[in-house]
Structures are given as structure tokens and as C-alpha cells.
């Protein structure tokens, strides 16, 4: 493994703190065999605090971050969204991010780095729209009860006859008086094919 240290740009871990330095692999021993190469580790919690040895999956990096907190509807329990936020945007999109910032500086300094990257920071780190609305007074803490989460007709998903769904979200001015007039010509038209069945027209 050694061998493919010294040849390799990038090194990925994702183990929990202190497993990969009793296998013989950690960051000072890879960095002295391979000063120019990166090394990434990604954990559930970081490499230090309360729960650094915990175990823990999406749902529960979405949790304690706060994510999960706008995931549903008014009066109804959070739900999960996929392993989308945790495991995908807050662990492997931050941790990418950081490794390939590091490349452009081993490209210039010939200096590898270490990224450690942990989910739940990640995690909040995606949260900076809403936590910047919500200090603009833009959106609340009641979960289903503003634009992003729901509360508004042009902003949410509906089923179709198919039982399918769309999702509307007219939130620019325009967009929204395109979206009024539209339903308005739509429910004309409705209506209009209805008496023409009615009738027998």
C-alpha cells in the first residue's frame, strides 16, 4: 500500500478517527513517504468530539445539523431526503471541493496537504441560504409554513391525473404572473370543454 502512496495525487479514507493510523497509513506516514500528494478523510462527526466515534448515516448528519428541520410539512414529522444531503452534498461534494482546491496548490508549491472533511459540518455549511432568509425574516422556524417548504400554492408539488406529480415554483414576479394567467386560461378552457361535453356539443 506504501508503494501506491509514493506513486498516487490523492489518497481517500473514510474510516473513524484513529483506524486508519493503526493500520500504518495515516497522514504523517503517507505525507513522508509522498510530500506532494493529498490526502482526503471524511468522517460522520470530524475527527475530535463527543461523537467522533459514533457511528451515524444520513438521516442523522441531516439532524443534528439542523438540515432535517425543513424536510416536511406543517403538523407532520421530518422526513429523510435520500442520502442526498449528508452523504452527497455534505461529505463527498466538501470533501472533492477541498481536495481539488489542494491540487491547484500543489501544482504551484509541490506541498500536499490533508483535507478532512466531516459530513455534519458540511452539512451546515449547505444551510447558508436558508439560515441568511430565515435572519432576513424571509422564512420561519415552523417547518411547512413559508415559500421554501410548502406553505404556498406556487411553490409546492401537485399530483396529476396519472398519478403523477409536478412541481411548480413561480417565485419571481414574473414568473408568477405567467404562472396566475396560465391557470387562469387553463380553468377557462376546462370549464369550456366540460359544457361542450355536457351539452353534447
Given at each position: 500500500m506504501l508503494s501506491l502512496v509514493e506513486q498516487a495525487d490523492m489518497f481517500i479514507e473514510g474510516?473513524?478517527?484513529?483506524?486508519?493510523?493503526?493500520?500504518?497509513?495515516?497522514?504523517?506516514?503517507?505525507?513522508?513517504?509522498?510530500?506532494?500528494?493529498?490526502?482526503?478523510?471524511?468522517?460522520?462527526w470530524g475527527q475530535h468530539g463527543p461523537l467522533a466515534q459514533a457511528a451515524g448515516h444520513d438521516i442523522n448528519y441531516a439532524s443534528i445539523s439542523g438540515v432535517l428541520a425543513y424536510s416536511?410539512?406543517?403538523?407532520?414529522?421530518p422526513f429523510p431526503p435520500a442520502t442526498i444531503i449528508g452523504d452527497v452534498g455534505g461529505g463527498s461534494l466538501h470533501l472533492v471541493m477541498g481536495m481539488l482546491a489542494a491540487y491547484i496548490h500543489v501544482l504551484s508549491t509541490g506541498e500536499g496537504q490533508v483535507i478532512d472533511a466531516a459530513?455534519?459540518?458540511?452539512?451546515?455549511?449547505?444551510?447558508?441560504?436558508?439560515?441568511?432568509?430565515?435572519?432576513?425574516?424571509?422564512?420561519?422556524?415552523?417547518?411547512?409554513?413559508?415559500?421554501?417548504?410548502?406553505?404556498?400554492?406556487?411553490?409546492?408539488?401537485?399530483?396529476?391525473?396519472?398519478?403523477?406529480?409536478?412541481?411548480?415554483?413561480?417565485l419571481e414576479p414574473n414568473f408568477y404572473k405567467e404562472f396566475i394567467t396560465l391557470i387562469y386560461l387553463l380553468t377557462i378552457l376546462i370549464f369550456q370543454c366540460n359544457t361542450i361535453n355536457h351539452y353534447g356539443l
Open positions: 474510516f473513524r478517527p484513529g483506524v486508519i493510523e493503526r493500520l500504518g497509513l495515516g497522514p504523517e506516514v503517507c505525507l513522508a513517504r509522498n510530500k506532494k500528494m493529498i490526502y482526503g478523510r471524511m468522517t460522520g416536511g410539512f406543517a403538523n407532520d414529522k459530513i455534519c459540518d458540511g452539512n451546515v455549511y449547505m444551510q447558508t441560504l436558508l439560515t441568511s432568509l430565515y435572519a432576513n425574516g424571509l422564512v420561519g422556524e415552523q417547518r411547512g409554513g413559508d415559500f421554501l417548504t410548502g406553505a404556498s400554492p406556487w411553490a409546492n408539488t401537485y399530483q396529476c391525473a396519472d398519478d403523477k406529480y409536478i412541481t411548480v415554483q413561480a
